[in-house]
């Protein structure tokens, strides 16, 4: 399943915002790190829905494919 492309941009920014607070990094940083990550692709692709997830809970599985999580 796809999602509205512009949802889907302000999607990305709360889940960027929810990952910069939970590491205490800058949110150009976190950015950065999310547009690189695993957690990006699938939630672009549209696969599983991850799209649909909670923006806590995919902040915590980008922590943990950075193997850092809590």
């Known amino acids: 399943m796809t999602?509205?492309?512009?949802?889907l941009?302000?999607?990305?920014a709360?889940?960027?915002?929810?990952f910069a607070e939970k590491m205490g990094?800058?949110?150009?940083?976190?950015?950065?790190?999310?547009?690189h990550s695993e957690v990006y692709q699938l939630m672009h692709d549209g696969v599983s829905d991850m799209h649909c997830m909670s923006e806590g809970y995919l902040a915590?599985?980008?922590?943990?494919?950075?193997?850092?999580?809590?």
């Open 3 to 7: 999602a509205n492309p512009i949802l």
């Open 9 to 12: 941009q302000k999607k990305y």
């Open 14 to 18: 709360r889940v960027v915002s929810a």
């Open 25 to 35: 990094i800058s949110f150009d940083k976190a950015l950065g790190i999310f547009y």
């Open 60 to 70: 915590e599985e980008l922590a943990i494919e950075l193997g850092k999580s809590e």
